[in-house]
C-alpha cells in the first residue's frame, strides 16, 4: 500500500549538515504516522524521530537539538535535517510508517547511507 524510498545521504564532516529525504507513494500519506530510525554496522536499529499525523514531533535524546523532522504531506514526503553531525551519526538511515498510533511501523524504506567523517 506504501512504499518508502528515502535519499539525501552521503558523506560529511563532522560538525557538517545533511538533509535526509523520504518519499512515499501512496493516497494515505497525511494519516501516516512517519518515523526515521538508523543501523550502524553491527548495531540494533534504533529510533531517531517521529512525527505524527497532526504534526507533534519526538526525538530521541542522542539527536536532540540537532536534527530535526518535519513532513510535507502536499508532496507525501518526510525530511531529516541533520546539523551538527558527529561521527557517531555514521549509520544506514531507514524511514518507516504507521497507520494506526503507538501501534508498530508497517512500513519501511531501503536506507540511506550517512558517513561522518572526524
Known amino acids: 500500500q506504501v512504499q518508502l524510498v528515502e535519499s539525501g545521504g552521503g558523506l560529511v564532516q563532522a560538525g557538517g549538515s545533511l538533509r535526509l529525504s523520504c518519499l512515499a507513494s501512496g493516497r494515505t500519506f497525511r494519516t501516516y504516522g512517519m518515523g526515521w530510525f538508523r543501523q550502524a554496522p553491527g548495531k540494533e536499529r534504533d529510533f531517531v524521530a517521529h512525527i505524527s499525523k497532526d504534526g507533534s514531533t519526538y526525538y530521541s535524546d542522542s539527536v536532540k537539538g540537532r536534527f530535526t523532522i518535519s513532513r510535507n504531506n502536499a508532496k507525501n514526503t518526510l525530511y531529516l535535517q541533520m546539523n551538527s553531525l558527529k561521527s557517531e551519526d555514521t549509520a544506514v538511515y531507514y524511514c518507516?510508517?504507521?497507520?494506526?498510533?503507538?501501534?508498530?511501523?508497517?512500513?519501511w524504506g531501503q536506507g540511506t547511507q550517512v558517513t561522518v567523517s572526524s
Open positions: 518507516a510508517a504507521r497507520a494506526t498510533p503507538s501501534e508498530e511501523y508497517d512500513y
